[in-house]
């Protein structure tokens, strides 16, 4: 294993010095990570290869030394399956996650990207799988510990804890014991405790190192992973935030928002599991409501995917395959709020009904020129008899996403007429490209 710097307490995951390599019943399979993610700790992760299922002999070798024998992996339905609008079961019960803690973790819609686990499941490709936001604004430790029952009642794999901010000029001892206690809580209902290092707070430079000490001791102590925020945020002249990641002194920005998913992923990616594509490839995939609609053809040639329309504002909009032949949409602003949609998808036999569990699923790609002044969004209105209620897998997003994918289930809820899709860009030369776009049922 790669060394730990001296004087460093061990926090995120170290590649092992040694190359490891791994067979499933004598087929070769790919080593994703090898190496220590806590004192005392390997993991390692392999892909499961094209393998029929049953139980099969696992042996892994590193550096020579190979693991002891009878050591069996049983591979069954959902292990090698990608189906295109089903997010693998058995990575999605590994990589659930909830996010608890005060107005830092409080998201007032969706994906908005002032939420920085907004940030990690959009830059993550979806595999930290964003399953609650239970951020409450001025919470202090003690109410979160209140409502730690909520987070296990969702039964995630994981929940990141971020508190103490609002502890600050409290009791110390009393804050970690908040934060032992949740943690506990967590453990005994199978649930892994990701803890957090607060992030600065201008001004308070002396009582946020006191808690976050504490917070990384009680960490290494009880071999828990931990995400050091502040490091990431502050200033080291100062211990205040530096001018970029915060507007106010005590809330990241969007690009502190940013940071601090770059910084949960480089330490803590490594222990959530690698997600097979979920991605239509294909017109009329199974269970995709949308059809020949996902994007993928353009017979008329005016720039804009077939059966989709312009719906407001203006710009320019192109269609054409990338370097691995899969069809993006570029919609490019010319300083209005320019939109696109899919409408009127109807009730019916072929796609949905009352109460049926839906998956929205795509890829996306943002450019925002000095990520100033525009956004890109991407919303699902489902029009009901009396009202429209409105899905956000991206609401408002004002920094620069390179190429990640969207995940969002939802339940048709009673009384809907229809379902529509709809995508916007706004401030001049901004720009959003989608791609692979369904609609899957998977009540069907």
Known sequence: ?????????????????????????????????????????????????????????????????????????????????STPGIYNPIAKAHNSTVFLGDSISFSTQDYVNENWGSQTFIRSNAQVLKIGDAGVPGNTTAQMLARVEDVVALQPANCVLLGGTNDLGGDPFLTMANIDRMAKTLQQNGIRPILSLIPPRDGGFASVTAINAAIQEYAVSNGLPYLDFFSALADPATGNYLPQYSADGIHPSDVGAEVMAKKFLESARRFFMPVP???????????????????????????????????????????????????????????????????????????????????????????????????????????????VSTIWPLAGWTTNIDDDALYHEFTIPPDTLSVDIYVGVSGAGANIRIAQFGLYNLSR
Do not use: C
């Open 277 to 387: 594509s979920f991605l239509p490839t294909a017109s009329h995939a199974e269970r995709n409501i949308l059809g020949a609609n996902t994007l993928l053809h353009d017979l008329d040639g005016d720039g804009l995917a077939d059966d989709w329309a312009i719906t407001g504002g203006s710009g320019s909009l192109t269609f054409a395959p990338d370097a691995d032949g899969v069809n993006w949409e570029s919609i490019t602003s010319d300083g209005s709020s320019f939109q696109i949609a899919r409408q009127f998808i109807e009730p019916g036999p072929w796609s949905f009904s009352d109460g049926d569990r839906v998956a929205f699923v795509g890829r996306v790609k943002l450019s925002n020129p000095a990520q100033g002044g525009g956004s890109g969004t991407i919303n699902v209105n489902i029009i009901q008899r009396g009202g």
């Open 1 to 81: 294993m790669n060394a730990v710097p001296a004087g460093v307490a061990f926090t995120g995951a170290y590649d092992l010095a040694s190359s490891a390599t791994a067979t499933l019943g004598g087929v070769s399979a790919k080593v994703l990570f090898a190496g220590r993610v806590a004192p005392g700790l390997d993991q390692i992760n392999i892909l499961i290869p094209s393998i029929p299922d049953g139980d099969y002999p696992l042996v892994i070798s590193v550096n020579g030394q190979v693991s002891q024998p009878d050591v069996f992996l049983s591979v069954g339905p959902g292990v090698n399956t």
